[in-house]
């Protein structure tokens, strides 16, 4: 997350919770946007090394990357105290952060069509790309870090993520990992009603498998292969389940808006901000602090603010805010950061591929889909569910995106329709080979069986 919001408006019931989710409702009519966010490794392009946040041993570090975006862009700083924590475009649109090992972030702008978010990526790694060079930065486009153990990696100098690091090992044997460790490419979606909200969440909870599968691509940990073709998605098993998984309870009767927020409210809470302190309240109930009884900060009441804040820290396979947010997918290359985006914008803002995805995957319990979850790290499209793989229901799957994107219609410069940005996902079902697996293959052939290779074959053009 970019940026806290700031609202002090008190919160005088669980009703106003509910209102603030379903406030995210679009009128009818209104245009559906899509936000693209991509996570990006860096590293020192002649050192292989991972790159910290200050000036070391004279090199300058990712506080200088965000001082040279700055300048470059315009855009306004995101302050943690004193430390330059992020920007944000001025007229409320996208934003750059850093997560917790450095991992470099667009949280791109609520945009109309995948044609408008190829042209805000290639403006953010154009800019990207002059700072970076000064600096002999690079970026791996891999959905985890390949080489470096965790005491190797650098950390941010944000509040929050102090609290979480300390909560983390409390609750999982991963969570440290996922912090430092791993990157991800994430879509957010509109809705325009709490049943089409009910819908989106159904479709994107069962086929957020599907979508680790086909953009598996962080095969490697500390060195070596990890035996698994998604290490980002296997480490999330084990981070913290109270606000992880797969939320069986979206599939039951009477999900809506109250269902979630009851649900978030029993989540452990990690902070509450207060001016430019964040109070470490890690464990404790939101229910405690909209009753004014938080231990930690006696007769405290919560605001909107903490709300938002609080949602922010909670992590399933889809995430609720004002918008759905599909967080199924590994980081990778620049063709996969339009692609996340163009499927769930064919499936979901096209209302027959939709009602046909939820079709194909109605009639999957939620132990069949918890199954296909675990599954999925070490087999990705050979994991199976429903007497199918999923190499199967992926072709499915883009088919119905791609007939979605073409009734919407959405044409470029070159009179090309948005399924253009299925490509890299059409040859990986094509080749029922994933990205993660051609990158093996290169490991123990011409890497020489080093993870050095990808420090050369796994870069983002700049």
Known sequence: MARDVTDTTPIESREALVEWLAAGCKTSGAPLRIGTEHEKIPFYADTLRPV?????DGRCGVGDLLEGMRAAMGWEPIMDRDAL???AETNGGGAISIEPGGQFELSGAPLPDIHATAAELDSHLGALAGVARSLGVAFLDLGASPKWSRAETPVMPKQRYRIMAAYMPKVGSRGLDMMFRTATIQANLDFVSEADMVEKVRVGLALQPLVTALFANSPFLDGKPTGRL????YIWLDTDPARTGMLPFAFEDGFGFERYVDYALDVPMYFVKRGDVYHDVAGASFRDLLDGRLRQLPGERATMSDWANHLSTIFPEVRLKTYLEMRGADGGPRAHMTALPALFAGLFYDGAALDQARQLTKDWDDAARQTL???VPTLALDARIGGRSLRE????????????LKRRAQLNAKGQDETVYLAPLEQIVSDGRTLAQQRLDAFNGPWGGSVDGAFRDCVIPL
């Open 52 to 56: 910290p946040y200050g000036c070391v």
């Open 85 to 87: 924590i992020g920007l």
């Open 230 to 233: 998604s290490q980002r998605s």
């Open 373 to 375: 979850r675990e599954d």
């Open 393 to 404: 229901i992926a072709r499915d799957v883009l088919d119905l995106a791609a007939a979605g």
